[in-house]
T-cell receptor, first 110, second 110 residues
Framework: KQEVTQIPAALSVPEGENLVLNCSFT??????LQWFRQDPGKGLTSLLL?????REQTSGRLNASLDKSSGRSTLYIAASQPGDSATYLC?????????FGTGTRLQVFP | NAGVTQTPKFQVLKTGQSMTLQCAQD?????MSWYRQDPGMGLRLIHY???????DQGEVPNGYNVSRSTTEDFPLRLLSAAPSQTSVYFC?????????FGQGTRLTVV
């Protein structure tokens, strides 16, 4: 059974720092790995999708990498801003079923 | 482009009542799914559908029914609401492995 873990559970940093959020999964036979952002009381917004044949994806200040052999993905946020404050979720796609981690709650203060 | 639309946004039910959470997507995606999000437990898959007329159970299907008569709509029915079903419910549709979520329905069962 796939299990997804995210570390740390919470993170508070000053504006401008570069951040790394970690996601690990137990079953390496995944199709895709997707990162989401969730603001309080809101739905999930897709940030990056890494397909199994890819090793990383980039969008603006965000970069996500995938290492299936070690069961890990990282989300790198460059030059963090207060607007980045949210919960970040990763989800592993096994046979069209997304298995979610419990998220990393990020606070970026001015 | 509306994406995934869920109604209602908020609902309070009494124990034993039934109701239907609506979900519609306008992206012509074949795959749709329902999740519930509870504090400390992340998102868990309730039911999913790979196309019209085809549904299957996820991780926590008990107490819920689904049907998929059209590509666009995937309603979730609570047969007899219980306090344990108090949660935030999210509908998603997917294409080529990338999932898009609705804004959620916050359900309270008293």
């Amino acid at each position: 059974k796939q299990e997804v873990t995210q570390i740390p559970a919470a993170l508070s940093v000053p504006e401008g720092e570069n951040l790394v959020l970690n996601c690990s999964f137990t079953d390496s036979a995944i199709y895709n790995l997707q990162w989401f952002r969730q603001d309080p009381g809101k739905g999930l917004t897709s940030l990056l999708l890494i397909q199994s044949s890819q090793r990383e994806q980039t969008s603006g200040r965000l970069n996500a990498s995938l290492d299936k052999s070690s069961g890990r993905s990282t989300l790198y946020i460059a030059a963090s801003q207060p607007g980045d404050s949210a919960t970040y979720l990763c989800a592993a796609d096994n046979t069209d079923k997304l298995i979610f981690g419990t998220g990393t709650r990020l606070q970026v203060f001015p | 482009n509306a994406g995934v639309t869920q109604t209602p946004k908020f609902q309070v039910l009494k124990t034993g009542q039934s109701m239907t959470l609506q979900c519609a997507q306008d992206m012509n995606h074949e795959y749709m799914s329902w999740y519930r999000q509870d504090p400390g437990m992340g998102l868990r898959l309730i039911h999913y559908s790979v196309g019209a007329g085809i549904t299957d159970q996820g991780e926590v299907p008990n107490g819920y029914n689904v049907s998929r008569s059209t590509t666009e709509d995937f309603p979730l029915r609570l047969l007899s609401a219980a306090p344990s079903q108090t949660s935030v419910y999210f509908c998603a549709s997917s294409s080529f492995g990338e999932a898009f979520f609705g804004q959620g329905t916050r359900l309270t069962v008293v």
